[in-house]
């Protein structure tokens, strides 16, 4: 079963600064099937990227995804306020869960 | 406007059985698999399982499998999940969330509904 590990548990910036996300696989997956989504409190998670690169419909070119093999990344490059929140990696389709998530990192205002 | 709506809140008793639902409008229900997300409280993202309403073909996972049911009426585009027997540990808020399309690479879930939070206390 494949575990993904994100880093860092919290992440402290602030409005302006870059945000790189780190997802770590605990076995190779393929890029074409690595999402990461975004979740403020008291609110439902929003997809940001899927096949590890590509942006969901609505989401600004400041959101960025990459990697490969076991590592990927997620980069937010100047921080807006309204990007404080929570963000998953997630993976699909390896048995014998077919989906799964990160713990999450916590992104929050310094 | 494309939405799945969940049902309310609810507060149940340890032993009680509960259905919750999940309704897709905007879109053909029938096309997308819709799945069930679990995240206790202060915590991440779980998948439970997952259905096609087009056909009721069900996956769970394993740590759900046997613990939930997942069903689906598609006359009334709506998914739901069932507890025979809640435990205190079922608290949590369960989200449902549309799989973007049938092939491997389009398996990430674009839309969710805005959760459903059960509470089991005695």
């Known amino acids: 079963e494949i575990v993904l590990t994100q880093s860092p548990g919290t992440l402290s910036l602030s409005p302006g600064e870059r945000a790189t996300l780190s997802c770590r696989a605990s076995?190779?997956?393929?890029?074409?099937?690595l999402a990461w989504y975004q979740q403020k409190p008291g609110q439902a998670p929003r997809l940001l990227i899927y096949?590890?690169?590509t942006r969901a419909t609505g989401i600004p070119d400041r959101f960025s995804g990459s990697g490969s093999g076991t590592d990927f990344t997620l980069t937010i490059s100047r921080l807006e306020p309204a990007d404080f929140a929570v963000y998953y990696c997630?993976?699909?389709?390896?048995?014998?869960?077919?989906?799964?998530f990160g713990q999450g990192t916590k992104l929050e205002i310094k | 406007e494309v939405q799945l709506g969940q049902s309310g809140a609810e507060v149940k008793k340890p032993g009680e059985s509960l259905k919750i639902s999940c309704q897709g409008s905007?879109?053909?229900?029938?096309?997308?698999?819709i799945a069930w997300v679990r995240q206790m409280p202060g915590k991440g993202l779980e998948w439970m399982g997952i259905?096609?309403?087009?056909?009721?073909?069900?996956r769970y996972s394993p740590s759900f499998q046997g613990q939930v049911t997942i069903s689906v009426d598609k006359s009334i585009s709506t998914a739901y999940l069932q507890w025979g027997s809640l435990k205190a540990s079922d608290t949590a808020i369960y989200y449902c969330?549309?799989?973007?399309?049938?092939?491997?690479?389009?398996?990430?879930?674009?839309?969710w509904g805005r959760g459903t939070l059960v509470t089991v206390s005695s």
């Open positions: 969330a549309r799989q973007r399309g049938p092939l491997l690479q389009d398996w990430y879930f674009d839309l």
């Open positions: 905007g879109y053909s229900f029938t096309n997308n698999w």
């Open positions: 259905i096609y309403p087009g056909d009721s073909d069900t």
């Open positions: 076995q190779s997956v393929s890029s074409t099937y």
């Open positions: 096949g590890a690169s």
């Open positions: 997630q993976q699909y389709g390896t048995s014998p869960s077919l989906y799964t």
